[in-house]
């Protein structure tokens, strides 16, 4: 695993240097929440949601059920159909994972304020670049699964899950009900 988390680092910075040009002009500051918020889903890879599990372990005790707390939250709203904000965003607007945010995060800015009449605006090239990004990450992680930050991170939670990925296997026959409720896409059927 650390070798593909070193290659997920790597593939991060490429696509930081690669889209500096246009992320310059980016209108988002620091407590700028409107994508955490309101923009929808925060889709991660299962290496990525591993990379914030292992985190989120190393946290104090009361933090970490915190975010246990907010992350079923979470996921109950979502259930509903309901938008709701990311579970890392604190109550001053930052991020308590920004340093190891996933690429979801990475990828957005936008060149305007944003507001529910305003959504991102973000260029072209840059998606481009994104697309292929999020490609390049589907492959690194072809035994794991694409899904919303707090679905991935509950499968990681189950043992079971969490043994197979780590052993590099792969069982969506053992998630196929879940995933299909919570529209969770098996990687290699993506690239």
């Not at 695993?1 to 620091?30: H, P, V």
């Not at 079923?72 to 709203?77: A, C, G, L, P, R």
């Not at 990311?86 to 109550?91: A, H, Q, T």
């Not at 296997?169 to 995933?179: L, Q």
Request: proline share 5%.
């Amino acid at each position: 695993m650390n070798k593909k988390t070193q290659k997920l680092q790597s593939i991060y910075k490429t696509f930081e240097e690669n889209t500096a040009e246009y992320r310059s002009k980016a209108a988002c500051t620091k407590g700028c929440a409107f994508c955490c918020s309101e923009a929808g889903s925060i889709d991660i890879t299962t290496l990525e949601g591993l990379v914030i599990q292992d985190h989120i372990a190393m946290l104090p005790r009361p933090r970490g059920k915190s975010i246990q707390k907010a992350l079923v939250q979470d996921m109950k709203k979502r259930e509903a159909g309901a938008v709701n904000p990311c579970p890392f965003l604190l109550k001053n607007k930052a991020c308590m994972i920004y340093d190891i945010r996933p690429f979801a995060c990475r990828r957005i800015y936008s060149l305007h304020a944003c507001s529910k009449d305003n959504p991102p605006l973000l260029s072209r090239h840059a998606m481009e670049h994104a697309e292929n990004t999020l490609r390049q990450l589907q492959r690194l992680d072809e035994t794991g699964y694409s899904g919303h930050i707090s679905f991935i991170l509950y499968m990681l939670d189950a043992p079971q899950f969490r043994d197979t990925y780590l052993a590099g296997d792969s069982r969506p026959e053992e998630i196929m009900d879940f995933g299909k409720t919570h529209r969770i896409s098996i990687n290699k059927m993506m690239v």
